[in-house]
């Protein structure tokens, strides 16, 4: 907030801001009992001319009584969106709604993931990107289709990497997150170990290469049902059809004991395995009190996330 034309431009010289509001009815200084009718506009004149001094708003948006204030400004090389400010009518209200709306839109672009997730994902404060949760994954795929502007993030689960990258050529906005969920970024054993340096990360994988192994058999039945559910297989339009080696990819990495190898396919959320029969079983992670927040403030998190994301 600035009083006067010599604050505003002051402040405009240190801040960058992606929106100014400008009246177009404001003194040159701080205490100054006269109002200048063209005070915003030497403000703006002031940004035009020596925009080099200033670290220049995204967008303006200048509030005038005149009619004729849109003309003022067609020569000039910034754009200013004009409203007409009058208090019998309160319809100009309605009218920066929208532009603010509109403005928001066009520098902001969604991310559709699935769950909670984007609460989480929304701590990262990635500039330029807004994290919006669906039900699961099929509505984050319809997302996709349907809303090409944007983006929509879904889970692996049992997705090959060669599917991904088909899916990925056919729809650019649709980004995989390369592990079978997102607990799986979280809870992976490099990330834990960055947020809590204490960790014993070497017991931990020895307690999921046990527990794979435990389980593996299991966790084969649940992937032949699981992706005989995904829509991005069902879809003859928008879909892609199955890799043919998807079982002796998917198998050949559980039966690994490399962490790089299998972990990426093991369920780290467990949402509908609740005595984690096919899924991880936390009771290692619970004596160790983890916050979900902490780790996302990783570097680690971050990276894996910015690298799946597109630069804007």
Sequence with gaps: ???????????????????????????????????????????????????????????????????????????????????????????WETGVLRTLGRLIRKDV??????????????????????????????????????????????DKDFLTSKEVQTLKSKHPNYLVIDMYCFENLLFHPD??????????????????????????????????????GYEEFKDQINGIKEDANFETDIVNALQSDEVEMFYPYLDMAGKKDKAFNKSYNKSFLQKYNLSKESLVDTDWFKSKIVSILPKI
């Design 191 to 228: 990330n834990i170990f960055e947020a809590y340096p204490e960790f014993p990360k070497d017991l931990y994988i020895k307690d999921l290469i046990s527990q794979k192994k435990a389980k593996i058999f299991n966790i084969v039945q649940d992937y032949k049902m699981a992706r005989k």
């Design 109 to 154: 672009k969604i991310i559709y993931c699935e769950g909670k997730n984007h609460e989480l994902l929304g701590l990262l404060k990635l500039n330029g990107y807004s994290f919006i949760g669906k039900n699961d994954c099929r509505a984050v795929f319809q997302c996709a289709i349907h809303e090409k502007h944007n983006l929509a993030l879904r």
């Design 1 to 91: 907030m600035a009083g006067s034309q010599i604050e505003a431009l002051n402040r405009l010289a240190e801040t960058k801001f992606n929106l100014l509001i400008l009246d177009m009815i404001l003194p040159l200084r701080a205490g100054d009992n006269a109002l200048e009718p063209d005070g915003g506009q030497n403000v703006i004149d002031e940004l035009d001319t020596n925009y080099l001094d200033y670290l220049m708003p995204d967008h303006i948006i200048a509030l005038t009584e005149y009619e004729d204030a849109k003309s003022k400004f067609e020569n000039y090389n910034i754009e200013v969106v004009t409203f007409k400010f009058d208090n019998k009518n309160l319809a």
